[in-house]
C-alpha cells in the first residue's frame, strides 16, 4: 500500500502518518519527489488494510493506493510513475543517456585491466567492470584473482576515473568488494540468494542485480523487493538471457524484460549481450535492439585478446570492435531520444 502525501502537505502532516505505521507495527519507505511524498508501507496484509480508511482521512494525504503486486518497493507505483535514477559516484543511471559498461569477464593481469579501462574510456563507456570472483561452471576452471584483481580495478579508476563494478558471489567476498568496488554485482547464479541479497540491501551500495537463467520476471522483481526492503534503494536490473530450447547461442537475450520491467518498475534496466548470446559477433546487433527497446544502459565485455581469455573468451568484443559497437549505438540512442 502507498500514502501519496499532496501538494502543500507539511512536515507535521508527514511525521502523523509515519507515527501511524509504525504503531501499527508496519514499516515505512519514503520516497520524496518534488511536491509529492510517496510513503510506502510494507508489512502483514490484515493491519495494512485495517489502516486504510484511517490514512485516507489524515491532513496532507491525496490518496491512499493498494498495491497488488507481490513486490510493492519496486513497483512503478511506489515512485507514482516516475523512474528512478541510480547514481554510482558521478554517473547517473536511468537518466537521460544510457550508460555503458565494459571490461573485461575476469581481471587476469594489470596491463590487461588497465589497457582496457583505457581503451573503453576513450570509446564512450561511463563505467568499468571486471571480475575478481568468478562464477565458473566447473570448479577446475579460472575462478578469478580476487583481492589482487579488486586492487587492479582501483588502480583502473584511478588512471580512468571511471568507476567499477564487480561482483561478490557471497557474504564474505561483498564485505571486501565494498572496500574497494562502487558498485556490487550480484550475478544472475545468486539472484535467489537471499542471505546476500539481505547483505546487499544493508550495504546501501549501489546494487546490479543480474537476472538469474531461469528466473521468471516476477521473481527478479522479488529479489531487488529483498534489497530495497533493507532500505536501500539504489538496484539496477539487469536482463542477461534465460535458458530457453534455443543452443545455437549461449542463453537466450528476453528483450520482452526490458519494456517489462520498465512498465512494471520503476528501477533503471540495463542489458548484458556479452553473457545473453555467448558469442561476440551478435553482441552489437543485440546492444542495438535493447536500446531500441528502451534499455537504460548496457553491460559489455571487452578484452584486450579474446582469444587468450581466461573466461568467456568467444564473447568479448575487442577494444576495437567495442569502439565501432559504440558509434553505432550513438545512432540508436538519438533515434529514441537518448544520449550516450
Ligand atoms: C559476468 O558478468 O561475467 C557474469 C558471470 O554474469 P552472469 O552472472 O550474468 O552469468
Ligand atoms: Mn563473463
Known sequence: MIVVLGAGHTYEHRQAVLR????????AHV?????????????????KELLHDGLQLMPGVETVVRILHPYKLVSREFSGGKDTVVWVRDIPIGAESVVVIAGPC?????EQVLQTAQAVKLAGAKLLRGGAFKPRTSPYSFQGLEEDALKMLVEARDLTGLPVVTEAMDNRQLELVVKYADMIQLGARNMQNYTLLRDAGRSGY???LKRGPSATIEELLLAAEYIMAEGNHRVVLCERGIR???????????????PV?????HLPVIVDPSQGTGKWKLVTPMARAALAAGADGLLVEVHPEPDKALSDGPQQLTPATFAAMMQQLDAIAMAVGRGI
Open 31 to 47: 520516497s520524496e519527489g518534488v511536491e509529492r511524498t510517496i510513503v510506502g508501507i510494507v508489512g502483514d496484509s490484515r493491519s
Open 106 to 110: 575476469s581481471v587476469e593481469t594489470r
Open 20 to 27: 501511524k505505521i509504525q504503531d501499527a507495527g508496519l514499516q
Open 206 to 208: 549501489p546494487i546490479l
Open 261 to 265: 520491467l520498465k512498465q512494471l518498475s
Open 244 to 258: 530457453t530450447f534455443e543452443n545455437h547461442t549461449r542463453y537466450t537475450l528476453d528483450l520482452n524484460a526490458v
